[in-house]
């Protein structure tokens, strides 16, 4: 029998990851096709790093989430959310696929108006409606949640010069079982509040009370408190009911699922603990059947999700620039993506692989982006394999934040492009480069000409 060869035992301090009853994993993966595109086609014709999309899988969660709340409840209307992903051909797509618009500011509002959604159809939140906004959202017809009173008594003056009745609802604070509480916006339940904005809309002629709105929270793992928020907006329609006799249209639930990535600190990854839709749909469905408001004036509940329903679409796909070691010995790898391209990265540990078949053995290792700031910190420990200068890596559930919270900070912004249905590739933004980067600056004459 052939002597095995000696391998001598390594002891190695463990910073990234926790073990299970099988131990570390070594078993390395890679993305070597995204919707059956390769990753080294898409950097070779749109460069590196560049963000891509897919279709396919905004559609299937779309419709995923749909089905789970239009199952179990007769009326349910999705509005995206811009600021979630505010480009163009994204915004499309949710709304070929039914979804109205919700929108946090005049800019966002005069993007649906351009992607062709009907005023009607567009849901103005948030608390900085300048007054050429709302009176542009009041003769669209659209429908505006008040957040202050200061903006209440805005919204009066303006229905009684252009002599147009305003479409509103109010958002509503709470406690919901999950801390910290969301005061910051809108009108508080428990303190009255709310019923005091309420009273106030109702005698007031030119405006509509449509509905209610809440918004609980960021990456909401537990159902539970959706369930709670619902049951006190629906208190809140049924004593609208009994002293006014007035039906509101809809229950507006915002939005706040988790998306599946990891948040940093977490025990276990997002992917395992993450509820999903059917677990929010039966606790909101299951509170507004069993709330006390009259079965022939159920409202419509709206859902603003946004983070759920585009996250698993986006990949950021990027190269390796260097390897080095770090002062204590551990591994240390650059790429070409950035905290300016990737945002999120300050809040979720990442999922990031190879693009290409690498080592099995792993390292702890920390994944720097290419800017000239110490913070710019990809992953801070993870176990990675040895890739070379000018390996490729994809970083998955990137869709959400990162395109409206990106910043061009030393480097340019790169292109961003969609996988169609069919596995074709379009370019859906295109990257800046030193035209666009300057076309806005002005230049005073008296500085035009400088000495060296």
């Known amino acids: 029998m052939e002597k095995l060869p000696f391998e001598r035992p390594v002891i190695n301090k463990i910073n990234a990851g926790v073990s299970d009853k099988f131990g570390m994993k070594s078993a390395n993966r890679c993305i070597s096709h995204i919707d059956g595109v390769a990753v080294k086609d898409m950097i070779s014709e749109y460069g590196s790093p560049v963000y891509v999309i897919s279709e396919k899988t905004i559609r299937s969660t779309y419709q995923a989430a749909l089905t789970a709340f239009q199952t179990r409840y007769p009326k349910v209307q999705f509005a995206w959310s811009y600021k979630t992903n505010y ?82 609802a109010i958002r509503v604070n709470m406690d919901a079982g999950i801390y910290p509480v969301w005061d910051r916006f809108g009108f508080n339940y428990e303190n009255g509040e709310a019923w005091s904005a309420i009273n106030k809309i109702m005698v007031e002629p030119n405006m509509e009370l449509m509905g209610l709105h809440t918004h609980i929270g960021t990456y909401i793992t537990t159902p539970g408190a959706y369930a709670i928020a619902t049951s006190k907006l629906s208190a809140l329609a049924v004593r609208i009911e009994h002293k006014y006799k007035h039906h509101i249209k809809y229950i507006d639930l915002g939005g706040g699922f988790a998306s599946k990535n990891t948040l940093k ?17 039966e606790a909101i469905t299951n509170a507004l059947n069993n709330s006390e408001i009259q079965y022939e004036h159920m409202p419509t509940l709206f859902l603003e999700s946004g ?79 040895a890739l070379n200068k000018g390996d490729q890596v994809v970083i998955s559930r990137i869709g959400a934040y990162n395109m409206t919270q990106w910043m061009q900070f030393i480097n340019y912004r790169p292109n961003v492009v969609m996988i169609d249905l069919n596995s074709k590739t379009h370019v859906i933004r295109k990257n800046e480069d030193h035209e666009s980067m300057n076309s806005l600056d002005v230049v005073p004459t008296y500085l035009e000409k400088i000495n060296l």
């Open 87 to 168: 480009i163009n051909a994204v915004c499309k797509v949710f709304h070929q696929e039914g979804s109205w618009a919700e929108v946090v500011s005049g800019f966002e509002y005069s993007k649906a108006i351009a992607n062709g959604v009907p005023g009607s159809k567009i849901i103005f939140n948030g608390p900085d409606k300048s007054r050429t906004d709302l009176t542009k959202a009041i003769e669209n017809g659209s429908l505006i949640h008040i957040d202050h009173f200061d903006e209440f008594y805005e919204i009066v003056s303006i229905t009684e010069l252009i002599n147009k009745k305003a479409k509103v």
């Open 265 to 281: 600190g977490a025990y276990l990854p997002g992917s395992d603990t993450c509820p999903t839709f059917d677990d929010y749909a």
């Open 307 to 385: 983070r759920a329903l585009i996250d698993d679409a986006g990949s950021l796909l990027g190269s390796v620039l260097a390897n080095k070691r770090l002062a204590d010995g551990r591994r240390s790898t650059i790429i070409d993506i950035g905290v300016n391209m990737l945002f999120t990265a300050f809040w979720y540990e990442h999922n990031i692989v190879p693009a290409q078949q690498s080592p099995s053995f792993t390292e702890d290792t920390t994944i720097y982006g290419p800017l000239c700031m110490n913070i710019d910190v990809i992953r801070g420990a993870i176990q990675f394999p």
